[in-house]
Protein backbone atom coordinates (compact mmCIF):
# COMPACT_ATOMS: atom_id res chain seq x y z
CA UNK A 1 0.00 0.00 0.00
CA UNK A 2 1.57 3.28 -0.93
CA UNK A 3 -1.34 5.70 0.14
CA UNK A 4 1.14 7.33 2.87
CA UNK A 5 4.77 7.40 2.74
CA UNK A 6 7.04 8.21 5.12
CA UNK A 7 10.82 8.24 4.73
CA UNK A 8 13.27 7.46 5.89
CA UNK A 9 11.90 3.91 7.57
CA UNK A 10 15.01 3.94 10.29
CA UNK A 11 16.87 6.50 11.77
CA UNK A 12 19.87 7.13 14.02
CA UNK A 13 21.00 10.46 15.06
CA UNK A 14 23.07 12.18 17.83
CA UNK A 15 21.70 14.68 19.84
CA UNK A 16 23.43 17.50 18.27
CA UNK A 17 22.59 16.72 14.91
CA UNK A 18 19.49 17.85 12.97
CA UNK A 19 17.25 16.08 10.70
CA UNK A 20 13.74 16.09 8.94
CA UNK A 21 11.41 13.57 8.29
CA UNK A 22 9.32 13.12 5.42
CA UNK A 23 5.45 12.27 4.71
CA UNK A 24 3.71 12.12 1.65
CA UNK A 25 0.14 11.35 0.90
CA UNK A 26 -1.71 10.35 -2.33
CA UNK A 27 -4.99 9.85 -1.02
CA UNK A 28 -6.44 13.45 -1.73
CA UNK A 29 -6.54 14.26 2.02
CA UNK A 30 -6.48 17.98 3.08
CA UNK A 31 -5.37 17.04 6.78
CA UNK A 32 -2.38 15.65 8.16
CA UNK A 33 -0.83 14.37 11.22
CA UNK A 34 2.43 13.63 13.31
CA UNK A 35 1.95 11.00 16.09
CA UNK A 36 4.62 9.58 18.27
CA UNK A 37 4.72 5.82 19.82
CA UNK A 38 6.34 5.15 22.70
CA UNK A 39 6.68 1.65 23.81
CA UNK A 40 3.79 0.68 26.49
CA UNK A 41 2.17 4.14 25.52
CA UNK A 42 -0.89 5.08 23.38
CA UNK A 43 -0.03 6.98 20.54
CA UNK A 44 0.57 10.69 20.96
CA UNK A 45 -0.50 13.37 18.90
CA UNK A 46 1.94 15.80 18.56
CA UNK A 47 0.76 18.41 15.70
CA UNK A 48 -2.30 18.60 12.71
CA UNK A 49 -2.50 20.39 10.06
CA UNK A 50 -5.79 20.92 7.87
CA UNK A 51 -5.53 23.11 4.65
CA UNK A 52 -2.21 23.49 5.21
CA UNK A 53 -2.35 25.40 8.02
CA UNK A 54 -1.63 24.28 12.03
CA UNK A 55 -4.28 23.41 13.90
CA UNK A 56 -3.48 21.52 16.73
CA UNK A 57 -0.15 21.62 19.19
CA UNK A 58 0.03 19.26 21.94
CA UNK A 59 2.73 20.83 24.03
CA UNK A 60 5.30 19.62 21.95
CA UNK A 61 9.06 20.88 22.82
CA UNK A 62 10.88 23.38 20.51
CA UNK A 63 13.27 21.06 19.60
CA UNK A 64 9.88 19.58 16.83
CA UNK A 65 9.23 21.29 14.13
CA UNK A 66 6.69 20.71 11.65
CA UNK A 67 5.98 22.20 8.30
CA UNK A 68 3.54 21.63 5.75
CA UNK A 69 4.35 23.07 2.34
CA UNK A 70 0.81 21.35 0.93
CA UNK A 71 -1.67 19.05 1.34
CA UNK A 72 -0.17 16.20 0.22
CA UNK A 73 3.91 16.97 1.99
CA UNK A 74 4.31 17.21 5.68
CA UNK A 75 7.53 17.47 7.12
CA UNK A 76 8.99 17.24 11.41
CA UNK A 77 12.47 18.65 11.65
CA UNK A 78 14.69 17.39 14.42
CA UNK A 79 17.45 18.98 16.22
CA UNK A 80 19.03 18.58 19.02
CA UNK A 81 16.97 15.78 20.39
CA UNK A 82 17.24 13.83 23.49
CA UNK A 83 17.84 9.97 24.19
CA UNK A 84 13.83 10.13 25.46
CA UNK A 85 12.66 11.40 22.22
CA UNK A 86 13.45 7.87 20.60
CA UNK A 87 10.11 6.33 19.30
CA UNK A 88 8.27 5.41 16.66
CA UNK A 89 7.03 8.71 14.26
CA UNK A 90 3.87 8.10 12.19
CA UNK A 91 2.47 10.60 9.74
CA UNK A 92 -1.39 9.87 8.90
CA UNK A 93 -3.72 12.10 6.39
CA UNK A 94 -7.61 12.34 6.63
CA UNK A 95 -10.14 14.24 5.27
CA UNK A 96 -10.98 17.64 7.12
CA UNK A 97 -14.51 19.09 7.72
CA UNK A 98 -17.10 19.07 10.76
CA UNK A 99 -16.84 15.32 11.70
CA UNK A 100 -14.09 13.35 12.64
CA UNK A 101 -12.68 11.31 9.81
CA UNK A 102 -10.73 7.81 9.51
CA UNK A 103 -7.16 8.39 9.68
CA UNK A 104 -4.57 6.79 7.52
CA UNK A 105 -1.15 6.13 8.86
CA UNK A 106 2.12 5.69 7.21
CA UNK A 107 4.60 3.09 8.00
CA UNK A 108 6.36 5.39 10.11
CA UNK A 109 10.14 6.28 10.95
CA UNK A 110 11.90 4.43 13.64
CA UNK A 111 13.91 6.86 15.33
CA UNK A 112 16.52 6.34 17.98
CA UNK A 113 18.83 9.02 19.61
CA UNK A 114 22.38 8.68 20.51
CA UNK B 1 -8.38 14.44 31.46
CA UNK B 2 -9.80 12.49 28.11
CA UNK B 3 -9.00 8.79 27.63
CA UNK B 4 -9.48 5.43 25.97
CA UNK B 5 -8.99 2.44 28.62
CA UNK B 6 -8.66 -1.01 27.17
CA UNK B 7 -7.65 -4.08 28.42
CA UNK B 8 -3.60 -4.68 28.02
CA UNK B 9 -4.43 -8.70 27.27
CA UNK B 10 -2.56 -10.46 25.67
CA UNK B 11 -6.05 -12.86 24.87
CA UNK B 12 -4.21 -15.93 23.97
CA UNK B 13 -7.20 -17.78 22.00
CA UNK B 14 -7.20 -20.97 19.69
CA UNK B 15 -7.85 -20.90 15.88
CA UNK B 16 -11.93 -20.88 14.94
CA UNK B 17 -12.49 -19.46 19.23
CA UNK B 18 -14.57 -16.42 19.38
CA UNK B 19 -12.76 -13.48 21.12
CA UNK B 20 -14.57 -9.99 22.50
CA UNK B 21 -12.68 -6.82 23.03
CA UNK B 22 -14.47 -3.72 25.21
CA UNK B 23 -12.84 -0.47 25.83
CA UNK B 24 -14.35 2.97 27.83
CA UNK B 25 -13.70 6.34 26.79
CA UNK B 26 -13.92 9.02 29.36
CA UNK B 27 -15.07 11.73 26.54
CA UNK B 28 -18.82 11.91 26.51
CA UNK B 29 -18.46 14.41 23.84
CA UNK B 30 -16.67 11.98 21.22
CA UNK B 31 -18.62 11.62 18.40
CA UNK B 32 -16.70 9.00 16.09
CA UNK B 33 -15.03 6.17 17.18
CA UNK B 34 -12.94 3.42 15.51
CA UNK B 35 -11.28 0.08 16.08
CA UNK B 36 -7.58 0.27 14.16
CA UNK B 37 -5.42 -3.18 14.04
CA UNK B 38 -1.54 -2.61 14.45
CA UNK B 39 0.89 -5.66 13.56
CA UNK B 40 4.18 -5.66 15.66
CA UNK B 41 6.46 -3.07 14.49
CA UNK B 42 3.87 -2.09 11.95
CA UNK B 43 1.61 1.45 11.75
CA UNK B 44 -2.00 1.23 12.88
CA UNK B 45 -4.66 0.20 9.95
CA UNK B 46 -8.32 1.10 10.25
CA UNK B 47 -10.22 -2.21 10.61
CA UNK B 48 -13.54 -0.37 11.16
CA UNK B 49 -15.71 2.57 12.01
CA UNK B 50 -18.00 2.01 15.09
CA UNK B 51 -22.18 3.13 14.57
CA UNK B 52 -24.43 3.66 17.10
CA UNK B 53 -26.40 1.08 15.69
CA UNK B 54 -23.47 -1.30 15.45
CA UNK B 55 -21.84 -2.55 12.62
CA UNK B 56 -20.42 -6.12 10.84
CA UNK B 57 -18.06 -6.92 8.26
CA UNK B 58 -17.21 -10.16 7.77
CA UNK B 59 -16.11 -12.03 11.31
CA UNK B 60 -15.94 -8.38 12.92
CA UNK B 61 -18.94 -6.68 14.83
CA UNK B 62 -18.38 -3.49 16.56
CA UNK B 63 -20.59 -2.01 18.75
CA UNK B 64 -21.22 1.42 20.77
CA UNK B 65 -23.41 2.03 23.87
CA UNK B 66 -22.60 5.72 25.00
CA UNK B 67 -24.74 5.45 27.96
CA UNK B 68 -21.70 3.53 29.37
CA UNK B 69 -19.50 4.66 26.79
CA UNK B 70 -17.89 1.25 25.92
CA UNK B 71 -16.65 0.14 22.48
CA UNK B 72 -16.62 -3.27 22.13
CA UNK B 73 -15.05 -5.46 19.18
CA UNK B 74 -16.54 -9.26 18.54
CA UNK B 75 -14.21 -11.12 16.16
CA UNK B 76 -15.72 -15.11 15.13
CA UNK B 77 -13.93 -17.76 13.87
CA UNK B 78 -10.24 -16.69 14.79
CA UNK B 79 -7.82 -16.51 12.47
CA UNK B 80 -4.20 -16.97 13.29
CA UNK B 81 -4.13 -13.93 10.89
CA UNK B 82 -5.90 -12.08 13.28
CA UNK B 83 -2.91 -11.88 15.53
CA UNK B 84 -2.10 -8.53 16.35
CA UNK B 85 -2.95 -5.29 18.91
CA UNK B 86 -6.77 -3.56 18.42
CA UNK B 87 -6.37 -0.16 19.45
CA UNK B 88 -9.57 1.44 20.64
CA UNK B 89 -10.04 5.07 19.41
CA UNK B 90 -12.63 7.59 20.04
CA UNK B 91 -12.84 11.52 18.12
CA UNK B 92 -14.22 14.23 19.83
CA UNK B 93 -16.71 17.28 18.49
CA UNK B 94 -16.65 20.91 17.80
CA UNK B 95 -12.86 22.19 18.41
CA UNK B 96 -11.18 18.79 19.06
CA UNK B 97 -12.54 17.55 16.02
CA UNK B 98 -9.20 16.39 14.64
CA UNK B 99 -8.04 14.70 17.39
CA UNK B 100 -8.14 10.98 17.60
CA UNK B 101 -7.72 9.99 21.16
CA UNK B 102 -5.76 6.10 21.14
CA UNK B 103 -6.32 3.32 23.86
CA UNK B 104 -2.57 1.45 24.18
CA UNK B 105 -4.17 -1.34 22.62
CA UNK B 106 -5.29 -5.09 23.05
CA UNK B 107 -2.96 -7.62 22.31
CA UNK B 108 -4.51 -10.67 20.25
CA UNK B 109 -2.36 -14.13 19.57
CA UNK B 110 -4.28 -16.95 18.16
CA UNK B 111 -2.61 -20.19 18.32
CA UNK B 112 -3.50 -23.32 16.11
Known amino acids: ETGVTQTPRHLVMGMTNKKSLKCEQHLGHNAMYWYKQSAKKPLELMFV???????ENNSVPSRFSPECPNSSHLFLHLHTLQPEDSALYLCASSQAGTGVYEQYFGPGTRLTVT | RKEVEQDPGPFNVPEGATVAFNCTYS??????FFWYRQDCRKEPKLLMS???SGNEDGRFTAQLNRASQYISLLIRDSKLSDSATYLC?????????????FGKGTKLSVIP
Open chain 2, 89 to 101: VGGGSGAGSYQLT
Open chain 1, 49 to 55: YSLEERV
Open chain 2, 50 to 52: VYS
Open chain 2, 27 to 32: NSASQS
